[in-house]
């Protein structure tokens, strides 16, 4: 399988690795599967996976078990288990032993520890639920102690490192706001809030240009003439005006009448022209005769002519500053805790079975509650680690909402996990 690989255990030079490994297999009392758990200096966080069959060495010789290859080495992640992961949650299944004999699973790379995690009477298909701490390059090493062994690992989840914290508690009433934390994943949309007032409106762009002007229209046809009406009636007399310059001497007037012929003398010498007599004066303007009355109104007024083609659009004045924004609706519920799904080893879910994580110390009791809570002092089991010294430790069971761990190093903290119904 693309999972593995194999190296000489003797050829290498190991360095030490503050490593994870517990794998203590044990049977629940209510027909539950086989559980192990294990704690490292990283807090962790579990995700189950679809059981995938990762090795069987009856099918890769290389990695079978005998004496002078007692320990061989086994890439875990590059698969279906990410890089990064801090631990392996395996089915260890150890076929073909000619010796009652044990075996080991540790980080590759730290100091192999003295315990085992499973053991084998010859000739006896022994398993059980295992998980193993990794290696900074995600592998394990794998120890028989005596004779030959096949090995089948089946995984069936993976631990990855998260921000330290205990199990989630009750949600607590609801505090004061305190300063705003980095951005978390977007939660669901909340319900729109209430629509601000409008801003002020912003003050009027300027007119734009005046468009040109569309031609004018066809005059249409001209009605015909209305009767004259009767002359109106005369208006006052207007004052006097002023009187003109002189105007220009008049012609001479007609000659007198010729006296009676007498009788012809002597033609007498022609006498001298008489002067011209005085113009005589202007005679008085006549009196302005009566205005008619006025005539009817001439005929209908023609059809008015067709509208031109509007002007063009003038440029639309500019923006005015925008109002101010409204409040910001109030923020959406906080969606409800998720869960973590817990399967056997066929990846069938497990009904009614739940998982408490913690910290506590060696010799003083736990006391669960809430949702934490087991049906009774037989329906769960806890493993766990002392994290100050590499002593077993053992969990006693009061009842299903108190336990207590303990190990040879009174009052040292410890990490464990409960599992049960």
């Not at 009448?257 to 006498?271: K, L, P, Q």
Request: charge should be neutral; aromatic fraction near 4%; charged fraction near 5%.
């Amino acid at each position: 399988m693309g999972e593995s690989r194999n190296r000489n255990v003797a050829a290498r030079h190991r360095r030490w690795y503050v490593g994870l490994v517990l794998a203590v297999p044990l049977t629940l009392a209510v027909s539950q599967s086989w559980v192990a758990h294990a704690t490292a200096p990283t807090q962790s966080a579990f995700t189950p996976i679809t059981p995938v069959r990762a090795l069987d060495s009856r099918f890769t010789p290389s990695m079978h078990l005998s004496p002078g290859h007692e320990t061989d080495v086994w890439q875990v992640t590059g698969g279906s288990i990410p890089s990064g992961a801090t631990a392996i949650v395996l089915n260890l299944t150890v076929v073909n032993t000619n010796a009652t004999t044990f075996e080991t699973l540790w980080p590759d790379l730290a100091s192999k520890p003295g315990t085992s995690n499973l053991n084998v009477l010859a000739g006896r298909t022994t398993s059980a639920t295992v998980v193993v701490g990794l290696s900074s390059g995600g592998a394990i090493d794998i120890f028989n102690a005596a004779g030959s062994a096949d090995i089948i690992l089946d995984y069936f989840g993976y631990y990855a490192a998260v921000i330290p914290g205990g199990p989630t508690g009750p949600t607590g009433a609801t505090g004061a706001t305190g300063p705003t934390g980095a951005t978390g994943a977007t939660g669901g949309t909340g319900p729109t809030g209430a629509t601000g007032s409008t801003g002020p409106t912003g003050a009027t762009g300027a007119t734009g240009a005046t468009g040109a002007t569309g031609a004018t229209g066809p005059i249409g046809a001209t009605g015909p003439t209305g009767a004259t009406g009767a002359t109106g009636a005369t208006g006052a007399t207007g004052a006097t005006g002023a009187t003109g310059a002189t105007g220009p001497v008049g012609a001479t007037g007609p000659m007198g009448a010729t006296g009676a012929t007498g009788s012809t003398g002597a033609t007498g010498v022609t006498g001298a022209t008489g002067g011209t007599g005085p113009t005589g004066a202007t005679g008085a303007t006549g009196a302005t005769g009566a205005t008619g009355p006025t005539g009817p109104s001439g005929g209908p007024v023609g059809p008015t002519g067709a509208t031109g083609p509007a002007g063009a659009t003038g440029p639309t004045g500019s923006t005015g500053p925008t109002g101010p924004a409204g409040p910001t609706g109030a923020t959406g519920a906080t969606g409800a805790p998720g869960t973590i799904a817990t399967t056997g080893i066929t990846g069938t879910a497990i009904a009614g079975v739940h998982e408490v994580i913690g910290t506590g110390v060696t010799g003083t009791a736990v006391t669960l509650s809430g949702g934490a809570v087991f049906t009774s002092a037989a329906s769960y089991v806890c493993y766990g680690s002392d994290t100050v010294s590499a002593v077993a430790l053992a969990f006693t069971y009061a009842s299903g909402t108190t336990f207590t761990p303990a190990s040879a190093g009174v009052g040292n903290p410890v990490k464990y996990v409960c599992i049960g119904n």
